[in-house]
């Protein structure tokens, strides 16, 4: 793993934004996994000014989201489909056809949880999955006791979940209980992971996904289990991490980090 440290939220994402750039040149056929909420904002909102200024291509990318509310239409605002159109898609030169959110609608959802892992797999793996860490440890919505090796599967949002997302709701009440969350496993056989994390609200967290203990009561402590992780965190949600110094130096020094310093 490696800790990348930027002084604001805005080069934080900036810099995750280059990152997932980079890789679609590298592999115009890419298939990204993505996350929604308000860190990644930035980082989509970054991505569509490349693509109209610098002519970044999405036209052959394929995408696969983490998560979706259960019992939400598409369009309603709320749904994560929505956010997804709103911040990315509609802005981009992407195939709809070639973004893939779970449906939460769907009258089975065991079935619809087993399809979405075969979609997944039919396209050959997710090549870069980026994260954002919830203030509940989840990544995706893999709360706290989901098994390392979970898969796609419906699950119940913790009372944290729901606080903090809810005023995302006009009326907070109307936010979903449960939701449709690829697997920590899932998750973990993309072949490279990108996590951002920026705020003062996350340094507790992000200290312990990084450099905690591994515990299915933080989710996000399994990236430790992968071999290709990047975390990007702004200076704020930095404060508690101990390795610090490490981190800057490997930034400052590697020959791979060179274009972005
Ligand atoms: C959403 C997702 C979640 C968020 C996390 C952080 O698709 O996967 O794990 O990344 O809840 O949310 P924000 O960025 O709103 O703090």
């Given at each position: ?28 056929s ?20 490349m ?10 990318a ?21 956010y ?52 509940a ?28 997302n ?25 072949k ?48 508690l ?21």
């Amino acid at each position: 793993m490696q800790v990348v440290i930027r002084s604001t939220k805005a080069d934080a994402s900036w810099l995750v934004a280059h990152m997932v750039a980079s890789a679609i040149r590298e592999n115009p056929s890419i298939v990204l996994g993505l996350a929604t909420g308000r860190t990644m904002e930035r980082v989509y909102e970054k991505l569509v000014q490349m693509h109209k200024e610098e002519d970044l291509d999405f036209s052959l990318a394929r995408t696969f989201n983490l998560d979706e509310y259960i019992g939400l239409q598409p369009d309603n605002v709320n749904s994560y489909r929505y956010y997804m159109n709103h911040h990315l898609f509609d802005h981009i030169n992407i195939d709809k056809r070639n973004t893939f959110l779970p449906d939460g609608m769907a009258e089975d959802l065991g079935v619809e949880c087993g399809h979405y892992e075969k979609m997944i797999k039919k396209l050959g793996g997710i090549d870069l999955q980026l994260l954002g860490i919830g203030r509940a440890g989840h990544i995706g919505f893999n709360e706290p006791l989901s098994a390392l090796q979970s898969r796609t599967r419906d699950k119940s949002l913790t009372p944290m979940t729901i606080s903090e997302n809810s005023g995302e709701f006009a009326n907070p009440a109307d936010m979903p209980r449960r939701a449709i969350t690829m697997g920590v496993g899932t998750i973990l056989e993309a072949k490279r992971l990108l996590v951002l994390v920026t705020g003062g609200t996350k340094a507790e967290i992000l200290a312990k996904a990084v450099e905690g203990p591994i515990t299915s009561m933080v989710s996000a402590t399994a990236i430790q289990l992968h071999g290709n992780v990047q975390v990007v965190a702004s200076d704020s949600a930095a404060t508690l991490l101990t390795g610090r110094e490490y981190y800057d130096w490997i930034f400052d020094n590697e020959p791979e980090w060179a274009e972005y310093r």
